[in-house]
């Protein structure tokens, strides 16, 4: 076809094909015409399977976010995560401080619709997770990314294609930004530090005035920082602990749903 159409540069042809002729022009369903997997690139068949499985994919996203919108279930459970994690664990305290005032017989007490309430409150936070989870599922189809996506509570976060962690520091590295936070030669270097990550914000002024002079009070005249309260430290010790959580959740669940494209560096460099 291509040398003929060399050969035959500005004139006009009319193409037979398996002795219909092909019309230029819309066919009942597309564009093209099926030549029987003589198609330059994709045949046509195949392009039509993949805007079929396309075509699914988004009627199914589109269920799931009607369902999301009108179920009245989900209209009292909050938007917020963290939040639904705290609830479902007060939730779940209370039901067994409940069962243990019932005794042995607390599902023909009174107690037992108390009870019953907590239960409904907890299926309907399983059920606002297993919906999102859902959504992230498809989302994830559509960007190609299903093998990034994590199902359930668990992740080999050292196998996860898409997150790229520092090498534990065997040898000694001299670029601070290679070395694995919370290692002794990690503190060794933080030491010697005027200004790090957690205290840039003081340091420049931020918080206010007073918290720079005793910033710098305590890095450059060596007095003694200000003990931290309880709630600081508290703070600070979750985001210590789930600093894990969130690298997982942020590479095996947003990132294939959301980002595809992106990937998590533990440092870059």
Same mark, same amino acid.
Request: charged share 20%.
């Given at each position: *076809? #291509?040398?003929?159409?060399q050969s035959m540069k500005d004139q006009s042809l009319c193409i037979s094909f398996d002795g219909k002729k092909i019309k #230029?022009?819309?066919?009942? &369903?597309? $564009? &093209?015409?099926d030549l029987l997997g003589f198609e330059d690139g994709l045949t046509l068949q195949k392009r039509k399977d993949d805007l079929c499985q396309l075509v699914s994919a988004l009627e199914t996203n589109i269920n799931i976010l009607e369902r999301f919108e009108d179920e009245a279930s989900m209209k009292c459970i909050p938007a917020d995560i963290k939040s639904d994690e705290n609830q479902s664990k007060k939730k779940e305290y209370a039901k067994s401080k409940f069962i243990d005032r019932g005794g042995s017989e607390?599902? !023909? $007490?009174k107690i037992v619709y108390v009870i019953s309430a907590i239960n409904a409150y907890l299926y309907?936070? &399983?059920?606002?997770f297993e919906l999102m989870n859902e959504i992230c599922c498809h989302?994830?189809?559509?960007n190609t990314t299903e093998n990034l996506l994590i199902f359930g509570r668990n992740i080999a976060i050292d196998q996860q294609m898409n997150c790229n962690l520092l090498p534990d520091n065997k040898d000694r590295c001299d670029h601070t930004r290679k070395i694995k936070q919370r290692s002794e030669e990690w503190f060794s270097i933080r030491k010697q530090a005027k200004v790090t990550g957690s205290t840039?914000?003081?340091?420049? $002024?931020?918080?206010n005035l007073s918290s720079m002079r005793d910033h710098f009070d305590n890095v450059i005249c060596n007095l003694k920082e200000a003990p931290k309260n309880q709630f600081t430290i508290a703070a600070m010790q979750h985001g210590t602990d789930n600093e894990i959580n969130a *690298? !997982?959740?942020l590479v095996g669940k947003i990132l294939p749903s959301l980002f595809p494209d992106m990937e998590f560096y533990e440092e870059v460099t």
């Open positions: *076809m #291509q040398k003929v159409s #230029q022009g819309l066919t009942t &369903d597309s $564009g &093209d015409v607390w599902c !023909s $007490g309907d936070i &399983d059920a606002h989302l994830a189809h559509l840039l914000y003081k340091a420049i $002024g931020l918080e *690298m !997982s959740t």
